[in-house]
């Protein structure tokens, strides 16, 4: 395994450690990765469903 991919597997396990102590909700969860913390893939493995973007509601 190379650095990176050891980075990226300790940041995976930080941010599901985050979800299942409730620090992060799913918006909490797709906020991470529309600012490119977390992955789709590792939202969905995280979260339990598939990451679709949350749509803006107009005010």
């Known amino acids: 395994m190379t ?3 050891q980075i990226q597997a300790n940041f995976l396990e930080m941010y ?3 979800w299942e102590f ?3 909700d799913k ?3 797709k ?5 490119g913390f977390l ?3 590792n939202y ?3 979260v339990g469903e598939a990451y679709a ?3 803006a509601t107009p005010q």
Do not use: C
Not at 31 to 35: G, I, K, P, S
């Open 3 to 5: 650095l990176m991919e």
């Open 16 to 18: 599901r450690m985050d």
């Open 22 to 24: 409730g620090i992060y």
């Open 27 to 29: 918006n909490g969860m």
């Open 31 to 35: 906020d991470l990765v529309v600012q």
């Open 39 to 41: 992955s789709a893939e």
């Open 44 to 46: 969905q493995k995280i």
């Open 53 to 55: 973007p949350t749509t």
